[in-house]
């Protein structure tokens, strides 16, 4: 994330997102195939580096990461093999809606992962700031279902809706989307117009 200062002297935080170029590799039909989606690479592989299997889905270049993208039954696909897709598809101003994996934090306790307060520090209490406290029992002899309590946090499948494109650098194949998006830095999202 950056800034990026407007014409009028405003000041936005934004994420450089680096897009594309992304090739569409297969196009379903309903006819053909039971339902409509577009399959499309992203970043170069070496060929000895995919299975057999993979290399049978890749035409016209080998790929990294492979999606398809299944389409409603009220769109139009105008999409063919070998079309191009990379920043000149979006334009200043477009809604974006960004998905991806969030960090990943690891084994956290309760306070960090659910917010929980602790317990006091003092009235005879012992090293027990951040414990979780009572998990309920009384009649019932097992933890209910749904207990917030310690365990891994992040690695989550996140979307952010509403992003706006600010800036697109079509010679770098660049564009800054106010705000923030979800992941790490050099991780891989989906961005798809709204």
């Keep these: 994330m950056t800034e990026y200062f407007t014409e009028d002297g405003q000041v936005v935080p934004v994420t450089i997102v680096s897009v594309g170029p992304v090739t569409v590799t297969r196009v379903f039909e309903k006819s053909k195939d039971g339902y409509n989606a577009v399959q499309v690479g992203f970043g170069v ?44 598809t979006f334009a200043v101003g477009d809604k974006l809606q960004v ?46 279902k749904g207990m917030r309590m310690a365990g891994r946090m992040g690695s989550d499948r996140i979307t952010y809706k509403n992003l706006k494109i600010i800036f697109i650098d079509k010679e770098n194949n660049t564009m800054l989307i106010k705000g923030a998006v979800p992941g790490k830095h050099g991780s891989l999202v989906e961005i798809v117009s709204r």
Excluded: C, W
Excluded at 45 to 68: C, D, P
Excluded at 127 to 132: K, L, V
């Design 45 to 88: 592989q070496k060929k000895e580096r995919i299975t057999k299997a993979r290399t049978g889905q890749m035409k016209g270049g080998f790929y990294s990461v492979l999606k398809e993208f299944r389409l409603k039954p009220t769109d139009t696909n105008d999409a063919k093999e070998g079309d191009v897709l990379d920043v000149s």
């Design 99 to 144: 998905s991806g994996t969030s960090k990943g934090k690891g084994f956290q306790g309760v306070v960090k992962r659910h917010g929980f307060h602790g317990g006091p520090r003092t009235h005879g209490q012992k090293h027990s700031e951040r414990e979780p406290g009572s998990i309920g029992g009384g009649l019932r002899t097992h933890v209910p």
